[in-house]
């Protein structure tokens, strides 16, 4: 690790065992330090996130209704997965611009196999899947072994991967998948039941406590200052009134989707995998610094391997959910705006276009972004030429927070 990394953590763990001692006042004004310091979280994104759904619902009152609602988190379950494995790749400072390619090949080698073929609902999942695990061990291997760009490798695969997919659906150009098909119910008409969705929010909060609890006792038998449970008890009761409130709202219409719940699972996990394990501790390391990972004996190699196999594997499973959810693989799957709206989304959910920054819940965040807007544009009927206007606005604003955040970041350090 670097001097400046140690400083960080040094100064990190100072602000924790204040923070652990503070009262109200106290912690809103470190809160208050820290963004000054340039360490904004998702403060912007939050923010932009009210500013957006706000003035949407002053142009149309239908924008915040429980149909409307359920409908966005439906359309940000397929793109968010293919973000989430951006948001993989740009932790290490690099790029793929073929998700959106992979994602349609994946979605031609399911119809293929499932319709054409008449394979196992099963096994043609797995043949897509493995598809897009193999592109990125490809993207790993030819980065590693001979020091090509991500930028050029990824676009390379944009185009042949595009190709592919064309080969892959034939002269036909589109297959239908039957609406019968357990993978079209699993991505339109499956919903939990009311008393299953409370169940589902009361145990996730239930497992959000317990996992405080236990970081706050492993630091107290380190001798180290942690949470109290009082801090813990406000937080997840915080949160379980959130999710409470959130889905009574969407039971309204329709309720939870189980596609956007297995969306959510996946961030959830892969935010546990990124925080609590060694290679997840290694990505944020070798997007931090590259030498000075590769000092502390770890792999760089395999990181870069791994971490372009998964982001096209989410690409794969995006591009399949993104099929099902409209009963068919064409030639416009994985086209026009998924790419970009994938990239977009990592982005302006908070991770650094620089490395090393960022989280899985960027790829939820992002996305309820772009999808909010995309949303209350079509209610009033605007172009869906504003849509990429607006959206490259909000890009566009999100690097700039970025990139001063990381200015401020490095002149409170070399302070």
Sequence with gaps: MSVGGEERTIRDAGDDSLLSRAGIGDRFSMFLARIRGGDLGAVPVVLGIVVIWTVFQILNPVFLSSENLVNLTMQCAAIGTIALGVVLVLLLGEIDLSVGSVSGLAAAVLAVTFVQMQ??????????????????????????RFGLPSFVITLAGLLGFAGLQLWVLGETGSIAIPFDSWIVEFAQQMF?????????????????????????????????????????ALRSAALLA???????????????????????????????????????????????????????????????????????????????????????ANQSSGTGDVNLNAIAA?????????????????????????????????LLNLDSSVQFMVTGVVLVLAVIVDSISRRTRAASGRA
Excluded: K
């Excluded at 609902?121 to 990125?136: E, N, P, S, T």
């Excluded at 969705?197 to 380190?222: D, F, I, P």
């Excluded at 969407?250 to 596609?259: A, E, H, P």
């Excluded at 999808?371 to 079509?378: A, E, H, N, P, V």
């Design 119 to 144: 394979w196992h609902l099963a096994i043609a999942l797995v043949a897509a899947i493995a598809i897009g695990c193999l592109v990125g061990l490809l993207y790993g291997f030819l980065f590693t």
């Design 192 to 232: 939990l039941p009311a008393w299953a969705s409370y169940v589902v929010a009361v145990l996730s909060v239930g497992a959000y406590a317990w996992s405080l609890v236990r970081r706050a006792r492993r630091r107290a038998a380190a001798a180290l200052d942690s949470q109290s449970y009082l801090q813990i």
């Design 242 to 328: 959130f999710l409470l409130v959130a889905t009574w709202y969407l039971n309204l219409y329709r309720g939870v989707g189980v596609m956007f719940l297995f969306f959510l699972a996946l961030v959830v996990m892969m935010n546990t995998v990124l925080t609590r394990t060694r290679w997840g501790r290694a990505v944020y390391a070798v997007g931090g610094s590259v030498e000075a990972a590769r000092r502390a004996g770890i792999r760089v190699n395999r990181i870069y391997l791994s971490v372009f196999a998964l982001c096209s594997t989410f690409a794969a499973v995006g591009g399949i959910l993104a099929a099902a959810r409209l009963a068919s």
């Design 346 to 378: 990592a982005v302006i959910g908070g991770t650094s276009l620089f490395g090393g920054r960022g989280s899985a819940f960027s790829a939820l965040i992002g996305i309820v972004v772009i999808q909010s807007i995309s949303s209350g544009l079509t």
